[in-house]
């Protein structure tokens, strides 16, 4: 572990006061959800990455959920997600406008951003670490009340995840 706090220490803090005891996270669309809590997994070991020591346990623990979560996305309609979103920003541009920029850089099939080794990779030309202004806008993009009212079943996002599923059965 380092032996001072450094400015990522700041984001952790503030995703680690976030919560989710309001919500009945059983009704969410177990697909939607899946990837928001992936999403938050992703945030979490990029920023942890960059507050701690690669070596350090947090890091590990967290790398081994999310090499379980390799075989995870593949399972049933979660396999369908990240079709899901470029469908979405082709058939309903404004809803894929109000999506987490996170969802739409990672998953829009032109941008070159993807998770490299785990980690949240923007700009894979780039060596410079992801700025700490931009691990909080993504923060707090997921949990913004709206964002998570969409995700519940019979909700916005549901809706139009079950109508694009539709067209793939």
Not at 25 to 50: E, K, R
Not at 87 to 115: Q, V
């Amino acid at each position: 572990m380092l032996l001072e706090k450094n400015e990522y220490h700041h984001v952790l803090d503030v995703l680690y006061s976030k919560s989710l005891v309001l919500e009945s996270v059983g009704d969410f669309n177990q697909v939607l959800y899946f990837y928001f809590i992936d999403a938050i997994a992703h945030i979490d070991f990029s920023v942890c990455i960059l507050a701690y020591n690669y070596h350090n346990v947090r890091n590990k623990m967290n790398m081994e959920y999310l090499r379980w979560r390799i075989d995870e996305e593949k399972k049933g309609e979660r396999a369908f997600f990240p079709e899901f979103i470029n469908w979405l920003k082709e058939n309903h541009p404004e809803k894929f406008s109000s999506l987490p920029s996170l969802w739409r850089e990672i998953y829009d099939n032109s941008t070159p951003a993807g998770y490299r080794s785990f980690r949240i990779s923007i700009d894979p030309g780039s060596n410079q670490p992801t700025t700490t202004n931009q691990f909080l806008v993504w923060i707090e993009e997921f949990f913004s009340k709206d964002f998570i009212k969409s995700i519940y079943k019979g909700a916005s996002l549901d809706q139009l995840f079950n109508e694009f599923m539709a067209t793939k059965k």
